[in-house]
């Protein structure tokens, strides 16, 4: 999901684990996309991974252009006839000018090159376009959870974080970023999800740090946190809640 060579290792590596862990995003953030913009013929969706994102667009656009940098990400997307996957960088669409009506970033523009980057949405936005994304912030999980589960874990990935996670943690700004659009405000979107203790430990087991860990040595530690707080918590869902970072601008 990303422009970065360490980035494609990290993901490329466990793409089946990132897409079987990863949840959707909420409904109303691709209605709101929807209704922005002035047509729905073709959305640019970038850094699609295994495609999440590229299969909730393409129920309101006609057309999904999905690329990502790392092949083995899009080898885990499912097939759709009007999904068009494509193994590319970030800043090289494959797209003509002026011919995307909403260019789609979930999770994934922290990594970019943006001085690369934002040249090509440029060149492939319609007037009128929408550029839109999107990323994890800090979920919000029940007490219990946090306390067995999370604050155990975070603690040892706690150094092999990127400066990518922590920009998207800080929120995205345009500043820092270095957008050179029109700014649009977003509404609060956030995933809630109802999952049991052992989908949290998938999730949680595809972020990059975890990876990172592991291959320094911690993948022991790691197991054993995770096997321990998963026999003590209840097999049953529990509220955990991932408010979304965003950023919007008019082409």
Same mark, same amino acid.
């Given at each position: 999901?990303?422009?970065?060579?360490?980035?494609?290792?990290? /993901?490329?590596?466990?793409?089946?684990?990132?897409?079987?862990?990863?949840?959707?995003?909420?409904?109303?953030?691709?209605?709101?996309?929807?209704?922005?913009?002035?047509?729905?013929?073709?959305?640019?969706?970038?850094?699609?991974?295994?495609?999440?994102?590229?299969?909730?667009?393409?129920?309101?656009?006609?057309?999904?252009?999905?690329?990502?940098?790392?092949?083995?990400?899009?080898?885990?997307?499912?097939?759709?006839?009007?999904?068009?996957?494509? =193994?590319?960088?970030?800043?090289?669409?494959?797209?003509?000018?002026?011919?995307?009506?909403?260019?789609?970033?979930?999770?994934?523009?922290?990594?970019?090159?943006?001085?690369?980057?934002?040249?090509?949405?440029?060149?492939?936005?319609?007037?009128?376009?929408? /550029?839109?994304?999107?990323?994890?912030?800090?979920?919000?999980?029940?007490?219990?959870?946090?306390?067995?589960?999370?604050?155990?874990?975070?603690?040892?990935?706690?150094?092999?974080?990127?400066?990518?996670?922590?920009?998207?943690?800080?929120?995205?700004?345009?500043?820092?970023?270095?957008?050179? /659009?029109?700014?649009?405000?977003?509404?609060?979107?956030?995933?809630?999800?109802?999952?049991?203790?052992?989908?949290? =430990?998938?999730?949680?087991?595809?972020?990059? =740090?975890?990876?990172?860990?592991?291959?320094?040595?911690?993948?022991?530690?790691?197991?054993?946190?995770?096997?321990?707080?998963?026999?003590?918590?209840?097999?049953?869902?529990?509220?955990?809640?991932?408010?979304?970072?965003?950023?919007? =601008?008019?082409?």
């Amino acid at each position: 999901m990303n422009t970065s060579v360490e980035n494609a290792t990290t /993901f490329g590596s466990q793409a089946e684990v990132y897409a079987a862990a990863r949840p959707s995003y909420p409904d109303n953030l691709f209605n709101w996309i929807t209704d922005q913009v002035p047509g729905h013929d073709l959305t640019w969706d970038v850094g699609t991974g295994s495609g999440q994102s590229a299969h909730q667009l393409v129920d309101r656009f006609a057309y999904v252009h999905a690329t990502d940098l790392d092949a083995a990400q899009i080898a885990q997307a499912r097939a759709h006839p009007r999904i068009t996957y494509k =193994a590319a960088p970030a800043d090289q669409s494959g797209l003509a000018d002026a011919s995307t009506d909403a260019i789609t970033v979930a999770t994934a523009l922290h990594w970019f090159d943006h001085q690369a980057f934002w040249p090509e949405v440029a060149r492939v936005a319609r007037p009128g376009a929408l /550029f839109f994304a999107w990323a994890y912030g800090g979920g919000e999980a029940e007490p219990d959870v946090q306390a067995k589960l999370f604050d155990p874990i975070k603690e040892v990935l706690r150094p092999y974080w990127s400066d990518g996670n922590r920009l998207s943690w800080r929120g995205y700004t345009k500043d820092e970023l270095k957008m050179p /659009f029109e700014e649009v405000a977003v509404p609060d979107f956030a995933c809630r999800l109802a999952w049991r203790p052992a989908q949290i =430990a998938a999730f949680i087991r595809s972020w990059s =740090a975890h990876k990172k860990a592991r291959l320094d040595g911690h993948a022991e530690t790691l197991e054993a946190l995770e096997a321990e707080a998963l026999a003590t918590l209840p097999d049953e869902p529990t509220d955990y809640v991932l408010p979304l970072a965003t950023i919007a =601008a008019r082409l």
